[in-house]
């Protein structure tokens, strides 16, 4: 571990009719976690990574998911990891 740790939030925008699918496809991806909005098809998801890279890989992965229309990041703020323990 390079000692950091990452967060992250998105706004995934979903077609409607997709959005169960949709929301096991983020379940899958490591270290993300969906907070809300399947009802509208706009997800509110956080991820938690170790590296920057980590958070763009990531992304990357929630935006080729079918039937996303666009995964915009909303936050992203890091810190040493022990300041967290």
Sequence with gaps: ???????????????????QSILEGIR???GAEVHGGADTGKLIVTLETDTESQVVERINAIQLLDGVLAATLVFHHFEPAQERE
């Design 1 to 19: 571990m390079n000692g950091e740790c990452h967060i992250s939030s998105l706004v995934v925008h979903s077609r409607p009719d997709q959005v």
């Design 28 to 30: 899958s991806v490591q």
